[in-house]
């Protein structure tokens, strides 16, 4: 699957940005999609995913109660609803895609097989 990450920015703590993730090449039924997120010189680290069984939402502690993962399957998209941001958030915003990973696995960067290009959010204080 492709995948095209968009709607990053330079915004203000506090405000607020939503992520797409538009995908194609094939549906996103039965996958795990995530975000991840990789600030300079810091490990690419988990911020969200829907499992592709439940499709509940699961989110890293450090965005619990600020983001919101979800999907449109009409469309094939997924987003994420970043509100009350920090410069903490910082980061280039990547979004992926498992087809076969297992619940243990979600946050698991290695665990994803298809990667977006990346999108840049910069939250200045």
């Known amino acids: 699957v492709q995948l095209q990450a968009s709607g990053g920015g330079l915004v203000q703590a506090g405000d607020s940005l939503r992520l797409s993730c538009a995908a194609s090449?094939?549906?996103?039924?039965?996958?795990?999609m995530g975000w991840f997120r990789q600030a300079p010189g810091k490990e690419r680290e988990f911020v969200a995913a829907?499992?592709?069984?439940?499709?509940?939402?699961h989110y890293a502690d450090s965005v619990k109660g600020r983001f919101t993962i979800s999907r449109d399957r009409a469309k094939n998209t997924m987003f994420l609803q970043m509100n009350n941001l920090k410069p903490e958030d910082t980061a280039v915003y990547y979004c992926?895609?498992?087809?076969?990973?297992?619940?243990?696995?979600?946050?698991?960067?290695?665990?994803?097989?298809?990667w977006g290009q990346g999108t840049q959010v910069t939250v200045s204080s």
């Open positions: 992926a895609a498992a087809p076969r990973i297992i619940f243990s696995q979600i946050g698991v960067p290695s665990s994803y097989d298809d």
């Open positions: 090449g094939r549906s996103f039924s039965g996958v795990t």
């Open positions: 829907i499992f592709r069984s439940s499709y509940t939402p």
